[in-house]
């Protein structure tokens, strides 16, 4: 049985974007993005951030639920023989003397089920705990893996860290947010420039790569008449270097796009962004390296 996407998140089937989104968010603070509970929280955080496949989703589990409701088979009725409680000699017997055979059969249920096996939560009911509390571990491990505390801190060394790393993840997840635009549209009627503007937020090595790559996706791109306008919808934060030098930002994206003979449409993704600081303490963030699929890490 797949585990229910909610569930997974710890989230109502009510709950808003924003509630998902925080929720998943805190679920992969502490994971390596090689996990392969960090790709279980991103894809269920994938379909449950997208509006269309939110919806079949939820159809899908009504109807699970319709099925199993169905396929489930009515408690068998007791068997109780009704007791004969006439004399051998035929001599008929006053209603309020009979024995409370309902009393008797009451009494045998009941011990039946002391020794029978008592009912107990459902698998679900048992999975969402079981996720509650892996994320509530998760949670506490990445509070203390974020700020480094110590035994022997001070609370005022141990909130200045805390400040510095809320600094550095709110730097990082800014200078994300703002790549995906430059770095992930094109147009065919615009290659070149295109390129140029990429390579002004990402590494030399990055650049270089992308520059090798370019004319293929050129062809590909004017064969086709493809314009992509990308826009970010969210990012998190998943590890930043002790130096404050790297970071791994997870970014989910929402990329338009228009294609020769074909009705323009939506391309929903999550990319694993490595970033790079250029400089000292100030530099600006720079894309050394960017993943779209499970191999990522």
């Known amino acids: 049985m797949s585990v229910n996407n909610y569930d997974l998140l710890n989230v109502d089937e009510s709950a808003t974007a924003d509630e998902i989104r925080a929720a998943w968010k805190a679920a992969i603070a ?7 509970r960090f790709r279980a929280y991103n894809d269920a955080a994938g379909v449950l951030l997208d509006e269309e496949k939110r919806a079949s989703y939820d159809a899908g589990l009504v109807q699970a639920r319709i099925e199993a409701e169905a396929t489930q088979e009515p408690p068998a009725a007791a068997d109780v023989t ?6 051998v000699d035929g001599t008929p017997v006053d209603a309020a003397a009979k024995p ?19 009912p107990g939560p459902s698998v679900g009911t048992l999975v969402g705990v079981g996720i509650a509390a892996a994320l509530s571990f998760l949670i506490a491990v990445g509070l203390f893996a974020v700020v480094s505390v110590r ?14 790393q809320d600094k550095i993840t709110l730097a990082v997840e800014g200078a994300a947010e703002r790549m995906v635009a430059p770095v992930l549209s094109y147009n065919h ?9 990429l390579k002004g937020f990402l590494t030399t090595k990055m650049a270089d790569k992308q520059s090798a790559a370019w004319p293929e996706l050129t062809k590909e791109a004017q064969a086709q008449q493809i314009v992509v306008e990308a826009t970010p919808t969210g990012t998190a934060l998943t590890r930043v270097d002790p130096n404050g030098k790297r970071a791994t930002v997870v970014v989910f994206i929402n990329q338009y796009v228009e294609k020769k003979s074909t009705e323009p449409f939506v391309l929903h993704m999550w990319a694993t962004m490595s970033l790079v600081r250029e400089g000292g303490a100030d530099g600006r963030w720079l894309l050394d390296d960017l993943c779209t699929d499970d191999t990522c890490g």
């Open 82 to 87: 009704p007791v004969d409680v006439t004399p």
């Open 30 to 36: 502490d994971l390596d993005p090689s996990d392969r």
């Open 151 to 164: 035994g022997d801190d001070l609370p005022s060394a141990v909130a200045e860290r805390r400040t510095d």
């Open 189 to 197: 009627k615009t290659m070149d420039e295109d390129l140029a503007r």
């Open 100 to 118: 409370d055979t309902t009393a008797a059969a009451a009494q045998v249920d009941s011990g039946d089920a002391k020794t029978g096996s008592a």
